[in-house]
C-alpha cells in the first residue's frame, strides 16, 4: 500500500492553494510557486493541460497514485450515467476521504493513516483499506480505544471546516452517517479541476 511521504508545502505551492487543508498555511509566507523567481510559466500543450489536472485531482484525494486513479476511473466507465460524475462521487466516497470530510482526521494524510492503522469502522466492523468505498447508510466511526488520541480530539473541535451536505454528523459518538451519495454540487474541492478532461486524459491510458 503506498503512501506519498515527499514534501507536501511544495506541492499546495505548486496549485497556489492550501489543498490539504493544514492548520498550518504553506502559502502565508511563500505565496509564489517554488523554483527559482516562482518559475515563470510557459504555455502549457493539451497534454500538458491534462496532466496539471490530473496532479491537482491526485493531490486533493491525498496523493493517489496514477494505477489508483486509472482504477477509479475503470469503475467509473462501467457505471451507468456520466462517467465524469461518477468517477469524481467514486473517489469522494474513498473511505480515506470520508472520515477526512467527517472532521475524524485533520488532513487527508491524517486520515489515510487513521484506516490504515486499524482505528477506524464502518457500521461497527474495522476496515484498514483506505480505498473502501463507502455506500448511502453506512456509519463511519473511530474505534472507542482510539477516541482520545490528540490527533482526532484536534479535528473533532475544528468547527472551521464543514461537513458536507451528503454526510450527518454524529459528534459524541465520533461518527458519521452517509445519508446520500454525493452529488456534484455538494463536492467541495479547494482548487478548480477539470474532471472531463482528466477522463479523457485516462482514456488514451487504459
Do not use: W
Not at 34 to 61: F, I, N, T, W
Not at 93 to 108: E, G, M, Q, S, Y
Not at 174 to 202: H, R, T, V, W, Y
Amino acid at each position: 500500500m503506498s503512501r506519498y511521504t515527499g514534501p507536501k508545502n511544495r506541492v499546495a505551492r505548486k496549485f497556489g492553494a492550501n489543498i490539504f487543508g493544514r492548520a498550518r498555511n504553506p502559502l502565508l509566507h511563500k505565496p509564489n510557486p517554488p523554483g527559482m523567481h516562482g518559475a515563470k510559466r510557459k504555455k502549457q500543450s493539451d497534454y500538458g493541460l491534462q496532466l496539471a489536472e490530473k496532479q491537482k485531482l491526485c493531490a486533493v484525494y491525498g496523493m493517489l497514485t496514477q494505477k489508483q486513479l486509472l482504477k477509479a476511473y475503470k469503475t467509473a466507465l462501467q457505471h451507468p450515467g456520466n462517467t465524469a460524475h461518477n468517477f469524481l462521487q467514486l473517489l469522494e466516497c474513498r473511505l480515506d476521504n470520508i472520515v477526512f470530510r467527517l472532521r475524524l482526521a485533520p488532513t487527508i494524510f491524517a486520515a489515510q493513516q487513521l484506516v490504515a492503522h486499524g482505528h477506524i469502522l464502518v457500521d461497527g466492523k474495522k476496515v484498514d483499506r483506505r480505498s473502501f468505498q463507502v455506500q448511502t447508510g453506512m456509519v463511519v466511526s473511530i474505534k472507542e480505544k482510539s477516541r482520545k488520541m490528540k490527533t482526532i480530539l484536534a479535528a473533532k473541535s475544528n468547527s472551521s471546516r464543514e461537513v458536507p451536505s451528503y454526510l450527518a454528523l454524529m459528534e459524541d459518538n465520533f461518527a458519521g452517517k452517509m445519508e446520500m451519495l454525493p452529488e456534484g454540487d455538494q463536492i467541495s474541492l479547494p482548487i478548480l479541476i477539470n474532471i472531463p478532461i482528466i477522463c479523457e486524459f485516462l482514456a488514451h491510458t487504459t
